[in-house]
């Protein structure tokens, strides 16, 4: 079983996400899966995805050819694990989580 943390962001918000990720355990998951568009649906606008983020071993960038709302931020995620016991944890880039959170989650999906 791995557990994966899956999100997306806007193009104005990306820059963020690294200090997002500061403030995650990353250990407790096998990878993070960003999952970024090539063009932000409500605007067009286009990603900078920022080096930063892919020098961090655990992050995976997902490019997805459409942006498919909400649902980007989960449906990657299910498409990337590879097993059906796998967990997929989807979170907001613009909300602070608690430390105890992942692992509660986590604690519960194996119960």
Do not use: W
């Not at 960038?61 to 459409?66: A, F, G």
């Not at 498919?68 to 449906?75: C, F, L």
């Not at 880039?93 to 959170?101: C, Q, V």
């Amino acid at each position: 079983m791995a557990v994966y943390l899956s999100l997306t962001t806007s193009p104005t918000r990306i820059v963020y996400l690294e200090e997002m990720l500061k403030k995650v355990d990353l250990s407790l998951f096998e990878k993070i899966l960003i999952n970024v568009p090539y063009s932000f649906g409500r605007n067009s606008s286009s990603y900078v995805i920022p080096s930063a983020l892919t020098q961090i071993p655990k992050v995976k960038i997902i490019r997805l050819k459409k942006d498919k709302g909400p649902a980007t931020k989960i449906i990657p995620g299910v498409l990337y694990a590879k097993n059906s016991n796998d967990i997929i944890i989807s979170v907001d880039d613009d909300i602070e989580h608690s430390a105890k959170l992942f692992p509660q989650l986590i604690k519960l999906c194996n119960e």
